[in-house]
């Protein structure tokens, strides 16, 4: 079975670019899950979506900042503009429903660099 | 203070060592712990999980939640190179949002 699809896996960017990270959750899964990774301060949620709508965005850093789920097998992240310090590594995860028993299951990230 | 500690290492042992990674966290309503594996330049791959205190064995790995300490353990018995990698620890409360709550992993290498 394909696990969840991150694309691209990397992104090289000029600051104040707009950026649009994609994700393909596993088919059946309807909890989908934005991370943002650094060394600094490790795994952080984003926001999350249950069955296409966002739950939980208290994570996203700032206005510049947004995320979509139009179907239950894409969603996007996007920053406009972009700078220096979002610089990371941004993972997706879907689960299959809610609560703590579903596991959630990563992609391979979206290795950004914002010049 | 950070709802979930874990010691970043890195961590250095010899092939065939026992290793013993551990997570402290703060909150008593986490009642879901899991560890996942991640290898450099890779997304986080679930390796255990368990529900609320006790042991829970597969293969080489044993994973120990001590709720009463606020403490979550890791083993790995007979260790390998392949097992060279940041173990990161997670924990979920029962009920509300879905959030896990990470540690900040540990890098591990085994030594042929």
């Known amino acids: 079975d394909a696990g969840v699809i991150q694309s691209p896996r990397h992104e090289v960017t000029e600051m104040g670019q707009e950026v649009t990270l994609r994700c393909k959750p596993i088919?059946?899964?309807?909890?989908l899950f934005w991370y943002r990774q650094t060394m600094m301060r490790g795994l952080e949620l984003l926001i999350y979506?249950?069955?296409?709508?966002?739950?939980?965005d208290s994570g996203m850093p700032e206005d510049r900042f947004s995320a979509k789920m139009p179907n239950a097998s894409f969603s996007t992240l996007k920053i406009q503009p972009s700078e220096p310090r979002d610089s990371a590594v941004y993972f997706c995860?879907?689960?299959f429903g809610q609560g703590g028993n579903q596991p959630q299951h990563f992609g391979d990230g979206t290795r950004l660099s914002i010049l | 203070q950070k709802e979930v500690e874990q010691d970043p290492g890195p961590l250095s042992v010899p092939e065939g060592a026992i290793v013993s990674l551990n997570c402290t966290y703060s909150?008593?309503?986490?009642?879901?712990f899991m560890w996942y594996r991640q290898y450099s330049r890779k997304g986080p791959e679930l390796l255990m999980y368990?529900?609320?205190?006790g042991n829970k064995e597969d293969g080489r790995f044993t994973a120990q939640v001590d709720k009463s300490s606020k403490y979550i353990s890791l083993f790995i018995r007979d260790s390998q190179p392949s097992d060279s990698a940041t173990y990161l620890c997670a924990m979920m409360k029962a009920t509300g949002a879905n959030n896990l709550f990470f540690g900040t992993g540990t890098r591990l290498t085994v030594i042929p």
């Open positions: 368990t529900y609320s205190s």
């Open positions: 088919s059946g899964h309807n909890s």
């Open positions: 909150n008593s309503a986490f009642q879901y």
């Open positions: 979506f249950n069955n296409n709508v966002p739950i939980d």
């Open positions: 995860a879907s689960s």
